[in-house]
């Protein structure tokens, strides 16, 4: 068995976001727990985490994560929900950092280096304990310690065309399909997936689940475009039929409770996730 954990199942301004009074934010603030989201990331086993945005250490801290067995890190794209390098940058000023691989495209290294550039003065090659960069191409593997990392192109973000979405296949051989952030994918994507059958899917839930809202599909999904590019998925063999599938990526201008998205979902082959929620696939 491998294991995943949701560290953050927001989007880019997470529940509550910042100084939103909107009823829902309001509810978030008191109610705490399930209905407050972090910005997205996520930790296959206790080694590989997928993106590491600005509440990353924060989700380590509140889910008694050891952050210090993480050796690989997979961002998808450059988004700042997404990818947020300062917190990379103090482990080369320590002794005994681990050893940890860094893998992103091309702007997310960039963003790494201007960072690291803007707090140090120089570059990072200099750095003791520099993370070991790993370019990300659509279509192509990493192999990072024992974990298969097979970059799917996303369809996301109209300035970076090599936004992806991560096929994981752990050492134990249990495959976890993690499609955050995207909207329908192109068909270089799904024939790429073509037999893999993922044991396990977490899929982004920023439309939410309001009729209208839910169908949408264009780089953002809503609840019934999610549930309909699941099916799709297990109609050409890329997904089990009865793989566990989990959502993640919500935002609060659907004004939709974590309580509300439970009712929504189940009678359906969905999981409604929430931060913390820990999964055995
Ligand atoms: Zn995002
Ligand atoms: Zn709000
Ligand atoms: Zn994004």
Known sequence: MSTFTLLGTGSCEGIPAPFCTCKLCSHARVAGAKERRRRFSLLVDEAL????????????????????????????HSHADHFQPLDLMWRNALT??????????????KMYDATFQKEFGHKPEKAINKPVFHD??????????????????????????????????????????????TGWWCQESFDLVK????????VELSCGTHPGEDIKKEHHLG???????????????????????VTTHVSH????TQKELEEYFKDTFITAGYDGLKVEF
């Open 49 to 76: 985490q997928i993106d590491f945005g600005p509440d990353t250490a924060d989700s380590w801290r509140t889910f008694n994560i050891d952050e210090t067995k993480i050796r690989h890190i997979c961002i998808t």
């Open 96 to 109: 005994g950092a681990p050893a940890l691989d860094l893998a992103g495209n091309a702007e997310v290294l």
């Open 136 to 181: 990300v191409v659509p279509g192509k593997t990493l192999i990072l310690g024992g974990y298969k990392i097979l970059a799917v192109r996303a369809s996301h973000m109209k300035f970076e065309n090599d936004a992806v979405n991560y096929l994981v296949t752990t050492p134990q051989g249990r495959k976890l399909l993690i499609l955050a952030d």
């Open 195 to 202: 037999g893999e059958m993922a044991d396990a899917v977490v």
């Open 223 to 245: 609840a019934r475009a999610a549930m309909e590019f699941i099916n799709e998925l297990k109609a050409q063999n890329s997904v089990k039929p009865d793989a566990i599938c």
């Open 253 to 256: 201008v659907p004004q939709t």
